[in-house]
């Protein structure tokens, strides 16, 4: 019940903002643009409500939450069953430096990127970059990339997933365009995409990219280590926080995804130690940007020019 609850208070003022801003369009556009901004927020909980899904953490049924995960997916543009899967390959593998590359931002050590050629450091310098990561990135994922079951090619149930996605997205961008006109696309279904696509981006970026994270050869690593030691609690307002479903505390998230986004405050009531580990505000985050190579000799994710004076005092020493 508090779960069918908590979907018709996000979903319900999505779709009730959706028609104001079709409505607006033949007031103002500059009015239906800001609306089409705002339902982004409700667009990001819908995310975080179809991820839920994807653990088994919404409904008690997890048929029916898989295929509310799929209707969800048309919405976020997301195919479950695809992202389903990189996710759990993110869950049991995050901060594992032996199983990178699937469900996860890419992150090189410090010895790796001084190994590489002066062309494959421009192009990692690149995809680090913030005008990337959140300027180009979030568009290229959710519009194109999630378009193909990238890193899942060889199996028949990916190649289902995401193209049945896709085939429900164009059946209602067709409906939006038919009735609506380019407009409804331009400036209501794109911006609320692409803005609640950047926040998301931004949101998993600082959950496990700050400078004392955790980062653990195959050999050593621990799941409830790399939870408890790789996962930020970025304490957010309170709209925020309700915005993005709790998913800032993500550290309670990481050590038990089956908890419901809507009782991850509980444990950090009843557990006074987990609401001070990895704190962040908003403002100690920006700084994390900067940070792209781990360190593994300080355990610590350096900026590229700390990592090169420590490489330079290293060749002195």
């Known amino acids: 019940m508090r779960s069918a609850f908590e979907l018709l208070i996000t979903a319900g003022p999505f779709l ?172 209501i279904f794109v911006p609320s995409t692409l803005l609640a696509a950047t926040a998301g981006m931004w949101l998993f970026y600082v959950q496990h990219q700050f400078e004392t994270t955790h980062w653990a050869t195959e050999d050593d690593w621990q799941l409830q280590e790399a939870a408890l030691k790789g996962s930020s609690y970025y304490v957010l307002p309170p709209v925020l926080r309700w915005l993005s479903a709790n998913i800032g505390v993500h550290h309670v998230h990481h050590l038990y995804s089956r908890i419901p986004f809507y009782r991850l405050p509980e444990v950090l009531r009843d557990h006074s130690e987990l609401a001070e580990s990895n704190r962040m505000s908003i403002r100690e985050s920006l700084v994390n940007a900067r940070l792209h190579l781990w360190d593994e000799k300080s355990k610590r994710l350096l900026s590229f020019a700390q990592a090169q004076r420590a490489f330079t005092e290293q060749a002195k020493a």
């Open 16 to 187: 009730l903002l959706w028609g104001l801003a079709w409505w607006l369009l033949d007031v103002s556009y500059l009015l239906a643009l800001g609306i089409s901004l705002l339902n982004a927020g409700f667009l990001l909980r819908l995310f975080v409500i179809q991820h839920d899904c994807g653990h088994g953490a919404f409904l008690k049924n997890r048929k029916v939450g898989d295929w509310l995960g799929r209707v969800l997916g048309v919405l976020t543009l997301t195919p479950y069953d695809v992202w389903k899967r990189t996710h759990s390959i993110h869950h049991s593998s995050a901060g594992n430096l032996g199983r990178r590359g699937i469900g996860d931002i890419h992150t090189k050590t410090v010895a790796e990127y001084q190994a590489l050629s002066t062309y494959d450091r421009l192009i990692y310098r690149l995809y680090r970059h913030p005008l990337v990561l959140f300027g180009f990135g979030p568009g290229y994922l959710f519009f194109l990339q999630n378009r193909l079951p990238f890193g899942l090619m060889s199996s028949r149930k990916y190649w289902i997933s995401a193209m049945a996605t896709n085939v429900a997205i164009i059946a209602g961008l067709s409906a939006i365009l038919y009735f609506g006109g380019l407009p409804a696309v331009l400036l």
